[in-house]
């Protein structure tokens, strides 16, 4: 696989998140930077007050809300959110902080074209609070994991972890705040080697200019 050249247009993506969207404003300063080929095609949220709406409506990127309060079923909610996603006629679906378990339906219509960023080394320390489960196990170490989306909560292949210590005297914050700095370096590093055509998803294994990773 070759990397994209200059004149290759960006790639087109959608976001999704729940919260504040700071993982959605470091890829939109990467791209006001020049570093990252992607265009921002729409952020959609679950939630109303997500701020990660505003940072969208200043960057003048589309929002679409559709909160999932309104649905009588997963499948309902995920079969709206999939009718608004494909109308914006995205190549990748980026998982910003969205906080919801998606149904199979969902994940097998975007499957290989869909990533999520998790604060843990994946296998270890699924779901929520994860520096809370870190503290309490006793672990040297932190950090994220970028992987595929699939059925598994959090169990899709991964395609960059990145590591930091755990210090003495840390609690949650400090090590959120250590972590999230370093999800604002990896997430728009990843989507942009999807930019350049460097990455593939071969069954369950990912390969990085056609070597695994």
Known sequence: MKP????????PIVVLLSGSGSN?????????????SAEIK??????ADAYGLKRATKAKIPTELIEHSQFDSRESFDTRLIQTIDK????LIVLAGFMRILSDQFVAHYYGRMINI????????????THRQVL????SEHGLSIHYVSPELDGGPVILQTRVPVLAGDNENTLSSRVLTQEH????????????NRLQLSGNQVLLDGKPI
Request: aromatic share 6%.
């Open 4 to 11: 994209a050249t200059a004149t290759s247009r960006p790639l």
């Open 24 to 36: 959605l404003q470091a890829i939109i300063d990467r791209i006001a930077e020049g570093k990252l």
């Open 42 to 47: 729409a952020v959609i949220s679950n939630k």
């Open 88 to 91: 914006y006629q995205p190549e």
């Open 118 to 129: 998790h604060p843990s080394l994946l296998p270890r320390h699924r779901g929520l609070h």
């Open 136 to 139: 309490e196990a006793g672990d």
């Open 185 to 196: 370096q990896s997430y728009p590093k990843v989507i942009q080697w999807i930019a350049e």
